[in-house]
């Protein structure tokens, strides 16, 4: 297949042992990281970012492979009814990872998503991560808004597709997509990832074995 599997070292865990157990997505970075090295992407855009476990390892991939990947946080970092909200201290903390860390790759955009749109020119982004609030106008609203951004071949990230609790609205918008390349993990209150502007050879195995790859991961959900 044409996928390397990687076996990452986090420097975020290092002083922030317990970040990992606050975040919903920890089950899915192992996923982020093998992504990033595989599609080596020139543009990472996360819409959502909170303690930051997804964003630092996109962060961290770029690191290893020593690539010219830039990486964006967009969040308010105030918090949403869904994810709760936040203190500053929250803030702090993600900013403190990303000058120590990552000082080369990460770049935190601190306002509403909206207002991040025009930082980003159309078809410049490469990876696209929407993870904001959760209801389905929300998500909806965010994916056709950052849609025009997204260059050929660049691949987007829902996460909690599998999340029906609630208002949740994640697993609609995902619902409404199954026309384009796509593979879903169901663990970890679900990812999905599609490819709606075509789909790189990079990734085909990842298409082409989607049960696979989607146990496989699911295996290293609490590493």
């Not at 982020?32 to 020139?42: E, F, G, I, S, V």
């Not at 994640?170 to 789909?199: D, Q």
Request: net charge negative.
């Amino acid at each position: 297949m044409n996928w390397s599997f990687y076996d990452p070292v986090f420097a975020y865990d290092r002083g922030n042992p317990t970040l990992k157990t606050f975040s919903a997505w920890t089950g899915h970075r192992r996923f982020a990281y093998d992504l990033t090295r595989n599609l080596k992407p020139r543009t990472v855009v996360e819409l959502g970012t909170a303690f930051g476990v997804s964003y630092f390892s996109f962060c961290q991939a770029t690191v290893d492979s020593a690539a010219n990947t830039r990486c964006y946080a967009v969040d308010t970092w105030l918090g949403d009814p869904h994810g709760g909200y936040y203190s500053e201290a929250i803030f702090e903390a993600v900013s403190a990872i990303a000058r120590i860390h990552y000082p080369n790759v990460a770049t935190l955009v601190r306002c509403f998503f909206d207002e991040a749109l025009h930082y980003f020119p159309d078809e410049s982004i490469d990876v696209l991560h929407i993870d904001g609030y959760h209801t389905y106008e929300a998500v909806k609203h965010d994916f056709d808004t950052w849609i025009p951004k997204l260059a050929r071949n660049g691949v987007v990230l829902f996460h909690d597709i599998a999340e029906r609790s609630r208002d949740f609205g994640v697993y609609r918008v995902w619902e409404g997509l199954a026309c384009y390349p796509r593979i879903e993990f169901a663990h970890s209150h679900g990812l999905g990832v599609l490819f709606p502007k075509g789909c790189p050879p990079s990734m085909n195995a990842l298409i082409e074995n989607g049960e696979t790859f989607a146990a496989h991961y699911a295996n290293l959900a609490h590493k």
